[in-house]
């Protein structure tokens, strides 16, 4: 592309910089939060979430195992599990009203 213009190459420059500033500053984070475990019941008791991090020096994936091993002790059933730098979900089925007082990740 060729201008005999240098105004006109004047402004394209210009809206090319503004273009990338504009792109570079959509690409910010969105949530500064820390990750945490996220931990749904899918089950017929009342709908309620758990969500909770790592304290101290333990690690998101410690407490991801705590947390599983947790589940698992109390007998509840794990449908599904992920896990990811972002965070994890742990997916259960129980009936237990209670499911969220029983459940540790620390």
Known sequence: MSFTNTAAADQVNENFFESIQLD?????????????????NVGRSS??????????????LQSFINALQSIKAKGYVVQGAM????????FIDT????????????
């Open 83 to 90: 896990y990811g730098p972002d965070g994890a979900n742990i």
């Open 95 to 106: 009936d237990d009203e209670d499911w969220d007082a029983h459940i540790s990740i620390h």
């Open 24 to 40: 570079l500053t959509y690409h910010q984070p969105v949530s500064s939060s820390p990750p945490s475990v996220l931990i749904f």
């Open 47 to 60: 709908p309620r979430q758990l969500n909770d991090g790592p304290v101290g020096d333990t690690s998101l």
